[in-house]
């Protein structure tokens, strides 16, 4: 039985291949990046509709655990093989399998492996390009957790070898996949709000752990840890677990609050908005006010984008707790949006009474006379505005959306919903926020050189 599905794909495998082959000759290799280019050979490989998807987890940290979980619980969905570089992270995910399944600290070894159809990756960020472009280029599709990037090359880097390997890359920016957003982007092409000129996004945190301050495993050492590895491309440095445990606080693995929350924000706005390039400018102002632990990146930041129809502000504090909420405010009302709900606020952008500020009484008193007679609604033919509420079913869960998107996407070979473009958008965005704030400068995105200025 299983011989039978194997050959089947081999088949499938080597048919697509060759035409592959043809195309990837005819590719620029300066259009994409050397690296990319070099090892250009894999073929893609759809999953039949009648078999399992079995799939590698890279990472099985906090993230990583919960997409193990939630993906071996999905219809037709199987984990064969987790690699992880603490003890304590592939013990929990022989745990999680419920059954035995190969497991390394080294990823490549997944890579290599035959009953790996794809793998979903949720490491530390400065592991990301890395991770990725081996993925494509070992003929593996990859789900990989947001931001993209660490730093703004590796994301065009990654969506070459993406593109001349022919794999699906999906970020894992769940609100991409989720419902509230998709019906918010329904209303929003709609035009129920109107014009949106401003857009408004915002969260707050008031804890420990909501500031990235997780409990340091009691068995951390050099023993139980592949710290070398960790490091990856980061300066060198001696082994320090509070590093591991809590490495969003350091700009050598993550991007601070940019990195770790607004690209939520910024996905969900994109995502609505069609938003398909990054923004044109980035201005912010950022702080570290209450978290003096040895972190080096804010605890508080604000900052103004300018996109082509609208600017949107984001704000994100860790000192304060307040709901996630996006608000896209038009001449037709506001659109507010949360993770469990979507809501339009309609206006009629007209004016209800005189407006005569300053004039004086008889001047004012004709005018609303004639103002009234014009204006006021006939008795009995006023209707109802219609401010529209939607919600989550109970229980939704937008990871296991997007999860299932993904997997739907190695199947059929379709685009994913989030892919490396989309991704890298969202990325470079996070990056603009954190230039400008270290910079004390305008962050301006230079299309035709793919960089940062200012
Ligand atoms: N989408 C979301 O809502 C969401 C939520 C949390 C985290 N994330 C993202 O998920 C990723 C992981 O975050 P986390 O909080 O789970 O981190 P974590 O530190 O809890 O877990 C990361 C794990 O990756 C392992 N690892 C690191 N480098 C590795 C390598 N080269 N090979 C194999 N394993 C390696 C570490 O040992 C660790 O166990 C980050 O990119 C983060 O931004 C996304």
Same mark, same amino acid.
């Given at each position: 039985m299983r011989r039978t599905r194997i050959s089947r794909r081999d088949f499938m495998a080597r048919t697509a291949g060759a035409a592959f082959a043809a195309n990837a000759v005819m590719l620029d290799p300066d259009a994409y990046g050397k690296s990319a280019f070099s090892l250009a050979v894999s073929p893609p490989r759809a999953v039949p509709p009648s078999d399992t998807i079995r799939f590698g987890m890279i990472g099985v940290g906090m993230q990583g655990s919960g997409l193990m979980r939630t993906s071996i619980e999905l219809p037709g969905v199987e984990c064969v093989a987790a690699c992880d570089l603490y003890d304590g992270r592939v013990e929990l995910a022989k745990e999680i399998a419920g059954k035995?399944?190969?497991?390394?600290?080294?990823?490549?070894?997944?890579?290599?492996?035959?009953?790996?159809?794809?793998?979903?990756?949720?490491?530390?960020?400065h592991w990301h390009k890395q991770i990725?472009?081996?993925c494509c280029q070992a003929g593996k599709d990859v789900y990989c957790e947001k931001p993209m990037t660490h730093h703004v090359p590796e994301g065009f880097e990654m969506a070459a070898a993406a593109k001349v390997n022919n794999?699906?890359?999906?970020?894992?920016?769940?609100?991409?996949?989720?419902?509230?957003?998709?019906?918010?982007? =329904?209303?929003?092409?709609?035009?129920?709000?109107?014009?949106?000129?401003?857009?408004?996004?915002?969260?707050?945190?008031?804890?420990?752990?909501? $500031?990235w301050v997780y409990t340091i495993p009691p068995d951390l050492s050099p023993e139980t840890v592949d710290w070398?590895?960790?490091l990856g491309t980061a300066p060198k440095r001696p082994f320090d677990p509070k590093r591991w445990t809590r490495w969003r606080c350091y700009q050598d693995y993550g991007e601070g609050i940019p990195g770790d929350l607004f690209v939520h924000l910024l996905t969900g706005i994109h995502t609505i908005a069609g938003i398909t390039a990054p923004p044109a400018r980035a201005s912010?102002?950022?702080?570290?006010?209450?978290?003096?632990?040895?972190?080096?990146?804010?605890?508080?930041?604000?900052?103004?984008?300018?996109?082509?129809?609208?600017? $949107?502000?984001?704000?994100?504090?860790?000192?304060?707790?307040? =709901?996630?909420?996006?608000?896209?405010?038009?001449?037709?009302?506001?659109?507010?949006?949360?993770?469990?709900?979507?809501?339009?606020?309609?206006?009629?952008?007209?004016?209800?009474?005189?407006?005569?500020?300053?004039?004086?009484?008889?001047?004012?008193?004709?005018?609303?006379?004639?103002?009234?007679?014009?204006?006021?609604?006939?008795?009995?033919?006023?209707?109802?505005? *219609?401010?529209?509420?939607?919600?989550t079913p109970p229980g939704y869960n937008d990871?296991? =959306?997007?999860?299932? !998107?993904?997997?739907?996407?190695?199947?059929?070979?379709?685009?994913?919903?989030?892919?490396?473009?989309?991704?890298?958008?969202?990325?470079?965005?996070?990056?603009?926020? !954190?230039?400008?704030?270290?910079?004390? *400068?305008i962050a301006v995105w230079d299309e035709n050189a793919k960089e940062i200025r200012g």
């Open positions: 035995p399944i190969f497991t390394t600290k080294r990823y490549k070894e997944l890579l290599d492996r035959q009953d790996v159809d794809c793998i979903v990756a949720a490491v530390p960020d990725v472009v081996d794999r699906i890359v999906q970020i894992g920016s769940q609100r991409a996949s989720s419902v509230i957003y998709r019906k918010a982007k =329904e209303l929003y092409e709609q035009g129920a709000v109107g014009d949106v000129c401003l857009v408004e996004a915002s969260l707050g945190r008031n804890d420990p752990c909501g $500031a070398e590895t960790w912010s102002v950022g702080g570290l006010f209450r978290w003096n632990d040895g972190r080096d990146v804010p605890d508080c930041i604000s900052t103004f984008y300018d996109y082509p129809k609208f600017h $949107a502000m984001l704000r994100v504090t860790l000192n304060t707790s307040a =709901e996630e909420g996006t608000y896209f405010f038009g001449t037709g009302g506001m659109l507010e949006v949360h993770d469990d709900r979507v809501t339009v606020w309609a206006q009629d952008g007209m004016d209800h009474e005189p407006c005569t500020p300053g004039w004086p009484r008889k001047m004012r008193a004709d005018y609303a006379e004639h103002w009234h007679g014009e204006h006021d609604p006939k008795p009995g033919s006023q209707q109802t505005m *219609a401010s529209q509420n939607f919600y990871d296991r =959306e997007h999860l299932w !998107n993904y997997f739907t996407s190695v199947r059929t070979r379709q685009p994913s919903v989030e892919d490396a473009s989309f991704g890298n958008n969202t990325a470079i965005a996070c990056h603009m926020a !954190n230039h400008s704030c270290d910079k004390k *400068a």
